[in-house]
């Protein structure tokens, strides 16, 4: 028998022992990639699982794993938690794509979700979210605050997502600030927080008066407390227990009505394969509160922004836009279309430095 | 009073028992552990141990068992032969990612043709990988007198850096957005190292820890060369006298065990894993020297320790699903193996007395 049958028909045993009880229970899975007490991009994840629970109460029954390795390592956690009777599975980090796609094929009958990935098939969905609508925010309000023009960030895989972030802050902190620079250190993390740390004394060492972070430990937050006059963003979570000051605002990853809403679809058999992108108007990013340490008018500005974001009238990447070396990427009044966003791969004029290849 | 008494020679029997005496003593404080965290401990242990072998899924697990021990049995066999003559290469981790550029790239080189002659080039291109990696301290250390442990260990830090360098530049897949990742060699077919029987999990990589096992064995027990090893770990002046020539020894151990470790890394790359990316070395180079170890620097103890170790990972993950466990505590129930086993290990060398209260 050829493994893949012998996997669908211990799946289909199993499905008929348990039956009258998995009939009730939607079981759902998470496959996180740091633990949850990371107090960023996992801690979110866990903040939308318990959310789910919230929601559907004895309805459902949710398990997780945390801190897997992007491989081999991910794809049997996967598999474990589809063979003991998962209906629904969140894998939440880039490197699980190939293992979701594997894992997916040996169960037919089990539904993935994966974040931030671009490879779907009929029961793997894909979801991310548009940070670079927050960044925008970020970057109005970072190159108001600076006063030595320099702006630190800690960029963590030059990837895509993390690209599209540097070019949205960037553009945003020229408009309001024309001399503005960003210094960008490569972690070549997620979390980590000694290397962040690092990181961040690196780039307050260089002039940065204002830290960035695409990374999701809060070390970076502490090393700008320890020096003082150093303006920093919460990542991923609200890390509020640094405002009012160095924390004036940050970007929040709210997983929960996506992974609410995904579950129902399950219970009530609607679901079906999706490629969602949200940003701030359908709430999956959201903006912490803007502490007083920023003046007045800038928040009011700011939230401005994220209103006409919201609101769908203004894209951060509306031209004119050049790239880095000088070509037009953007004409006058043109937005930036979603193919090409998805795969950034260049920088904006001015930013200096090349990414990494 | 308790005090420690040397024994003239070390305890045979001790040296046999402590692995097992550490795992039961595992069981008892990581038990408690678990019962600090509102678990059932014998719950939890018996998920650990028994769900894997012998538990509904068993079907799959235990071919997992094989995939998750495989690398570990064929680091560890290489790092043995040079522990035994005191020669510690710590690095196998950074010689586990060099042998993945190598063997990877050397596939992904020739892609998309498909030819019988890829794979064994690319084992080939793996293991001289690895090889170069480990041929680096080795050198310095014959030629300059370096501190292997040294050199080795920051290599894999360097290793680490030529690994986020390729994912990213060399070796990324063109068709993959921007993404960083090579191309996945799983689809192809010339260069996947696919499973020999489907749901076995037999792959190359377990056929060759297996293989590395039997060497070793007859290496140190029939050659001379595992003759010259063991003498050197043993009694070093007595090597001298016997000829043992150090430098050649050096060079031979620690190109041996990074030649192995490259050789893991390239079947890991090329079957279970498939991509080369900037997270690709999980900790196979360094979870390797406990393996090593726990198996009493023996090629048939390892065979056992790599299980063993396999085991608690996979029933861990269980563990964690199942029970809510925090991967934490499964880290920390990991870790205590180790802890145990150097600890019971002075009894080997050493017995307990009640000392004798001095008389007036």
């Given at each position: 028998m050829k493994f893949t049958t012998l996997m669908a028909s211990a799946a289909l045993a199993l499905g008929l022992a348990s039956g009258a009880m998995a009939q009730d229970k939607t079981k759902v899975g998470f496959v996180y990639v740091g633990p949850v007490g990371d107090g960023g991009w996992t801690y979110e994840h866990n903040k939308g699982r318990l959310a789910v629970e919230e929601e559907f109460g004895d309805k459902v029954e949710t398990v997780f794993v945390e801190s897997v390795p992007e491989g081999p390592d991910a794809e049997r956690v996967m598999t474990q938690m589809a063979l003991e009777g998962a209906d629904l599975i969140f894998t939440t980090s880039f490197g699980y794509m190939d293992p979701t796609i594997n894992v997916a094929k040996k169960f037919p009958n089990v539904k993935f979700e994966h974040a931030t990935g671009y490879k779907t098939a009929d029961n793997v969905s894909v979801y991310s979210a548009r940070f670079y609508e927050g960044r925008a925010v970020q970057g109005h309000i970072a190159g108001n605050m600076t006063k030595s023009n320099i702006i630190g960030y800690i960029g963590s895989y030059p990837i895509p997502e993390v690209i599209r972030g540097i070019n949205s802050a960037y553009v945003h902190a020229k408009k309001v600030n024309p001399d503005v620079e960003f210094k960008i250190v490569w972690a070549y993390t997620w979390f980590d927080p000694a290397k962040e740390a690092d990181a961040a004394k690196v780039l307050i060492e260089q002039g940065a008066d204002v830290i960035l972070q695409h990374t999701d430990s809060t070390a970076p937050q502490a090393a700008a407390q320890e020096a003082g006059n150093v303006v920093t963003f919460g990542q991923?979570?609200?890390?509020?227990?640094?405002?009012p000051f160095p924390r004036v605002s940050s970007i929040i990853d709210d997983w929960a009505p996506y992974y609410i809403a995904r579950t129902q679809a399950v219970m009530d058999g609607t679901w079906e394969s999706v490629n969602t992108w949200d940003g701030i108007r359908e709430g999956m990013v959201g903006i912490g509160e803007i502490s007083d340490a920023v003046p007045a008018d800038v928040k009011e500005e700011a939230l401005a922004l994220k209103a006409a974001m919201a609101a769908g009238e203004y894209h951060p990447f509306t031209g004119p836009i050049n790239k880095q070396d000088g070509s037009v990427w953007l004409a006058e009044g043109e937005v930036a279309d979603d193919g090409t966003l998805a795969g950034m791969n260049f920088y904006v004029e001015g930013l200096e430095g090349d990414i990494p290849q | 009073m308790i005090v420690l008494e040397k024994r003239p020679q070390p305890s045979k029997a001790w040296s046999y028992a402590t692995p097992l005496v550490a795992v039961v003593a595992t069981m008892v404080f990581g038990g408690l552990l678990f019962a600090i965290l509102g678990k059932n401990p014998i719950e939890a242990i018996g998920t650990i141990f028994w769900e894997p072998l012998f538990g509904e899924f068993a079907f799959y697990y235990r071919p997992q068992l094989l995939v998750k021990g495989a690398p570990l049995v064929l680091i560890a066999i290489g790092l043995s032969l040079g522990f035994r003559a005191g020669i510690w290469n710590i690095g196998a981790e950074g010689q586990y990612i060099m042998g993945t550029i190598f063997g990877a790239g050397a596939g992904l080189a020739f892609y998309p043709m498909e030819a019988w002659f890829i794979f064994p080039i690319m084992i080939f291109a793996g293991a001289f990988g690895g090889w170069l990696w480990a041929t680096i301290p080795a050198f310095l250390k014959v030629r300059?007198?370096?501190n292997e442990i040294l050199v080795s260990l920051m290599l894999v830090y360097v290793a680490e850096q030529f690994l986020a360098s390729v994912s990213l530049g060399l070796l990324k897949n063109p068709e993959g957005f921007g993404f960083p990742g090579s191309r996945n060699l799983q689809s192809y077919e010339s260069a996947h190292n696919a499973e020999l029987i489907a749901g076995s999990g037999m792959h190359w990589g377990v056929v060759a820890a297996f293989i590395a096992v039997i060497f070793s064995y007859v290496l140190l027990n029939r050659h001379m060369l595992g003759f010259h090893i063991r003498l050197t770990g043993e009694a070093p002046r007595a090597a001298k006298f016997a000829g043992v020539n150090p430098a050649r020894l050096i060079l031979f151990c620690l190109g041996l065990s990074g030649a192995l470790a490259g050789l893991a890394g390239m079947f890991e790359v090329s079957g279970p894993s498939g991509v080369v990316s900037i997270d690709f070395n999980v900790g196979y180079g360094f979870t390797a020297i406990i393996v090593a170890f726990l198996g009493r620097l023996h090629p048939v103890g390892i065979l056992l320790a790599g299980g063993l170790m396999a085991l608690t990972y996979i029933g861990g993950e269980i563990a964690q699903s199942q029970?809510?466990?925090?991967a934490a505590a499964i880290q920390v129930f990991q870790g205590m193996l180790l802890f145990f086993l150097l600890a019971f290990d002075l009894l080997t060398n050493y017995r307990i007395r009640a000392a004798r209260s001095e008389v007036a």
């Open positions: 991923a979570s609200d890390m509020s227990e640094y405002a | 300059f007198g370096t029970l809510g466990l925090p």
